[in-house]
């Protein structure tokens, strides 16, 4: 593809992140077709004894994301190993965190966005693939469209039908789950159900629960985990939801999503699958309760274990 460099969209630790435009002519007219290149940065070759680490770390992106197809996850469409680059497709628009300040006042016009990324990180986990720094800075938002972007961090967690336990930091400190923080052998996939009970707080509140999930070093943690272990419930200080935008069955909602994604105990956490079906009861497109939500049946099978 004959493509020119239009401008420098951003640098992470690994790389440097370049938009190209296509200038070739199809069918008479001109493409225009845009997309990134991700260019491995030339300081991390110069270090010869750990070269073939950083280059195989830059190139599992590629070979993690070459076969996704998803209309919530990025496209990754070649490798130019030659020059260490990397081409995924060009997301438009603007990342969570710029949108979520964006619609701040329309808190529940935000979280039918939230729908979509479980859409995602299920789609990434029935591929046996953690993404291990889901954040809102690595979700791109377009016409009201998601895409999950950046795979550096991702891991396969199941090999060979056996899932397999890592160690080491990945991701981001008030996304990481505390298994990691304390450097214990964990699972991706539930490292990442973590994050997406962070990501849910950061879509409703304009701050995280706290900085780091260690309740050592910070006190809203500490206090959390008191509550959690001790009571089995959630601390409302912490997980406000204000009522006049929550009707009784969102705020419970919401508070299962909390509850089964930000357990300590990692295999307390429900799936991605699970934590859809409780949310996807209600529309927040429209901002009404499904019909299914009026059954009590269904309610109570969803909630009992929030009573127990």
């Given amino acids: 593809m004959k493509s020119v460099y239009t401008k420098t969209l951003g640098e992470g630790g690994f790389g440097k992140l370049q938009l190209y435009k296509c200038k070739r002519f199809c069918e008479n007219y001109n493409c225009n077709k845009c997309v990134v290149v991700k260019t491995m940065k030339k300081d991390m070759l110069n270090f010869e004894n750990n070269k073939n680490f950083f280059i195989n770390h830059f190139n599992n992106e590629f ?43 329309n808190i529940k016009f935000l979280l039918h966005l939230y729908s979509q990324i479980l859409d995602g990180v299920e789609y990434l986990h029935s591929n046996n693939i953690a993404h291990l720094d889901l954040k809102l800075e690595n979700i791109m938002v377009y016409n009201n469209h998601i895409k999950i972007i950046d ?24 996304y990481m789950p505390p298994e990691m923080i304390k450097r214990l052998p964990y699972k991706p996939h539930k490292a990442d159900i973590w994050s997406c009970g962070i990501l849910l707080y950061n879509i409703i509140h304009p701050y995280p629960p706290w900085e780091y999930a260690n309740s050592k070093t910070d006190a809203l943690y500490a206090r959390f985990k008191y ?18 935008i929550f009707s009784k069955n969102e705020q419970k909602i919401i508070m299962t999503i909390f509850k089964y994604t930000l357990q300590i105990n990692p295999t307390s956490r429900k799936s991605i699958s699970y934590l859809k079906s409780i949310f996807n009861l209600i529309d927040w497109e429209t901002n009404n309760i499904n019909s299914v939500l009026q059954t009590k049946n269904i309610l109570h099978k969803k909630f009992k274990s929030m009573t127990n």
């Fill in 151 to 174: 795979f550096g961090e991702s891991i396969m967690y199941k090999i060979n039908g056996k899932e397999i336990f890592y160690k080491g930091i990945h991701g981001t400190d008030s």
């Fill in 227 to 244: 509550s959690l272990e001790d009571y089995n419930i959630l601390d409302e200080k912490i997980f406000n939801l204000d009522k006049n």
């Fill in 63 to 105: 070979y993690m994301t070459i076969n996704l197809n998803h209309p919530n996850i990025r496209k990754t469409l070649s490798i130019d190993k030659k020059n260490n680059s990397i081409v995924f497709e060009y997301c438009h628009g603007i990342d969570l965190l710029d949108y979520v300040e964006q619609y701040k006042g």
